[in-house]
């Protein structure tokens, strides 16, 4: 089991930026796909990024492509995602997550730990 906890959400003006980090404890950090996901009222929770275990594969949800980048530091058992350019429609709970894969015969994402999430919300 893997423990996640958020940080560097809050408010911020449409076109500003924002640096979520996501703190990771319990099993060895490098050996699993992490990711972000967010949750806006009255919708769905969404992809919106992910990272394989070695860094170098990481994949975009269309509506954030260009303007978000994920990112981790394995020494520090860290996976941050850097938002800019942000629009009012980017407010949501935002979820980091482990154990992150795709499933391609479903075409959806699986996630083995969840964080508790952190609030974004962005002003018009």
């Known amino acids: 089991q893997v423990q996640l906890v958020e940080s560097g959400g809050g408010l911020v003006q449409a076109g500003g930026s924002l640096r979520l980090s996501c703190a990771a404890s319990g099993r060895t950090f490098s050996s699993y796909g992490l990711g972000w996901f967010r949750q806006a009222p009255g919708r769905v929770r969404e992809f919106v990024a992910s990272?394989?275990?070695?860094?170098?594969?990481?994949a975009y949800a269309d509506s954030v492509k260009g303007r978000f980048t994920i990112s981790r530091d394995n020494a520090k058992k860290a996976v941050s995602l850097q938002m800019n350019s942000l629009k009012p429609e980017d407010t949501a709970i935002y979820y980091c997550?482990?154990?992150?894969?795709?499933?391609?015969?479903?075409?959806?994402?699986?996630?083995?730990?969840w964080g508790q999430g952190i609030q974004v919300t962005v002003s018009s």
């Open positions: 997550a482990a154990d992150v894969t795709y499933d391609g015969n479903s075409k959806h994402w699986r996630v083995g730990s």
């Open positions: 990272i394989a275990w070695r860094g170098s594969s990481t």
